[in-house]
């Protein structure tokens, strides 16, 4: 007599079980049933989904009460930092409208291929040398995660020409620590800020801080789309896309801004200019040259005052967070050869479906069925279990409320629900900020992501972090390395790489 095969409810499990093995222990546990292939994919789908929602929900209860948790997320907690973000906004608007009016971004260019970046990197090598200027900023080396934003900039502004202080998101693999820039205004004495401020102590931790040369070069290397983003097609979707993200970033400022309609006025004189010089250029070319100026222009102005990278769809809460994930220009490759066609192959998609599907979180708030399947919670129904666990039901004729030490009695259930929202504000109050301070986590396209446990038998190497829960490919992780080098089933679906994710892990603060 054959022995059946032991099976396990995956959803028990502490690590994400691979395709085959699930497959497996679903044929195993249902044995005299058959599954076809696209029901097993299904199902998988949703396995992922759940467990990925599951690692949200674990990730958040035990980084909730943490002090940068809740200046980023907190509907509450968050509003001092996010004010201090809009106003150091509000001045790189007036900055970058200055530059534009002067015409600085007019040669502005997202357009580059690696090849062409490898010269350019040679001939800028050996620049920056000269006299010992230092720049009007300090690079904090690491900041505890432990210790409030309020007591650095409180610590700071004891120095003079104190402008603000800016944090990096935590390095979960250095026990979310970040990174700081101490900015001071134009003539402060850095060597006297540098003196005072290095060695400083907040909570027995040591501040250690760094000066920076002007004119330093560090040779970093810039991001490439894939060439498909310079296709007609796709250039016109950006355009749209980079025009509601302007107007959305605009709003949340909170005042009457007008940048992006001097943006498009001044592209359009750029257009005209430069139109006079290329008689000789086809009306298709002509069509594409005079879009990706306008496009390029909104990217320009998304970037340097909205802290917005477009190709990486991130948003940060600073210049230099926003340099140190992603340095500028991020290119739109080009092919090498002018007849060459749009490669439009699997990871081309993928990383498109990312980016559409990034950007339309920032755009829209997604109604409670999209929320659900992206692992938020939905207000209403988490009100309604809320209820349901505050009322005690005697019998048919009587119920009660539980909220503290409330027991007033009621003929139907409908009036305790009705007392509850109507006496008990507080309580109702409190479900609400719990649910906005989950949400807000969970549909950040950028949020922070719990490690996953590697599966058994699975090298180190490839544990993983899970893709945003709703991504367009359903949930599959992202791993540290080349996909396409690993065995896999040949019925999974190629490719689930983030290709365009922000850079983790630490940087070279070195040019900062």
Not at 113 to 129: F, I, L, S, T
Not at 161 to 184: C, D, M, T
Not at 401 to 418: I, L, M, Q, R, T
Not at 429 to 437: A, L, Q, S
Request: glycine share 4%; hydrophobic share 30%.
């Amino acid at each position: 007599m054959t022995t059946r095969p032991a099976t396990v409810d995956p959803q028990q499990l502490n690590f994400l079980m691979p395709y085959k093995q699930f497959s497996d222990n679903l044929r195993n546990t249902h044995a005299r049933s058959y599954f076809t292939e696209e029901e097993l994919h299904s199902r998988y789908l949703s396995y992922k989904q759940t467990y990925a929602t599951r690692q949200l929900t674990e990730f958040f209860k035990s980084n909730k009460d943490k002090i940068w948790f809740l200046e980023k997320y907190h509907p509450v907690h968050s509003l001092a930092h996010e004010q201090d973000t809009k106003k150091r906004r509000r001045h790189d608007y007036d900055v970058f409208m200055a530059g534009l009016e002067r015409g600085e971004y007019d040669d502005v260019n997202y357009d580059g291929h690696p090849d062409q970046q490898e010269d350019r990197q040679k001939m800028e090598e050996g620049e920056g040398e000269g006299e010992e200027e230092y720049e009007n900023k300090l690079v904090i080396k690491t900041v505890p995660p432990t210790i409030p934003r309020e007591k650095i900039i409180e610590m700071c502004s004891k120095v003079d020409g104190f402008e603000y202080l800016a944090l990096s998101e935590p390095n979960i693999s250095k026990k979310f620590h970040r990174v700081g820039w101490i900015q001071f205004s134009a003539g402060t004495d850095m060597e006297q800020a540098h003196t005072h401020l290095d060695g400083q102590k907040i909570d027995d931790f040591v501040f250690h801080v760094a000066m920076n040369k002007k004119n330093q070069t560090v040779p970093r290397i810039p991001r490439f789309t894939f060439d498909i983003s310079n296709s007609f097609s796709r250039l016109k979707k950006d355009f749209e896309q980079a025009q509601a993200l302007a107007r959305k970033l605009e709003e949340s400022l909170g005042e009457k801004m007008h940048g992006l309609e001097a943006v498009l006025k001044r592209a359009k004189a750029v257009k005209e200019r430069t139109g006079m010089k290329l008689d000789h250029t086809g009306e298709e070319e002509m069509e594409k040259r005079n879009l990706k100026k306008e496009l390029d222009l909104v990217i320009a102005y998304l970037r340097h005052v909205h802290m917005y990278c477009y190709y990486c769809a991130l948003e940060c809460n600073s210049r230099e967070e926003l340099s140190r994930k992603c340095v500028e220009p991020h290119y739109r490759r080009i092919p090498i050869e002018s007849n060459a066609k749009y490669s439009k192959n699997d990871k081309a998609n993928y990383w498109l479906q990312n980016l559409d599907h990034r950007i339309e979180l920032k755009l829209y708030t997604p109604k409670d069925g999209k929320l659900e399947s992206l692992g938020g919670k939905v207000i209403e129904n988490e009100l309604s279990a809320f209820v349901k666990t505050q009322v005690h039901k005697e019998h048919e004729a009587k119920y009660k409320c539980k909220v503290g030490d409330c027991s007033k009695a009621f003929k139907g259930y409908d009036f305790v629900e009705k007392h509850i929202f109507s006496k008990h504000p507080e309580e109702v109050e409190r479900i609400r900020e719990d649910v906005t301070y989950y949400n807000n986590y969970v549909l950040d396209p950028n949020h922070v992501l719990p490690v996953m446990n590697p599966a058994p038998g699975q090298p180190p190497n490839l544990i993983s972090m899970p893709a945003a829960t709703g991504t367009q490919w359903k949930q599959i992780p992202r791993i540290g390395m080349d996909i396409d080098s690993l065995p896999r089933d040949p019925r999974q679906v190629k490719s689930y790489v983030d290709l365009d994710a922000p850079a983790e892990g630490d940087a070279n603060i070195s040019f900062y």
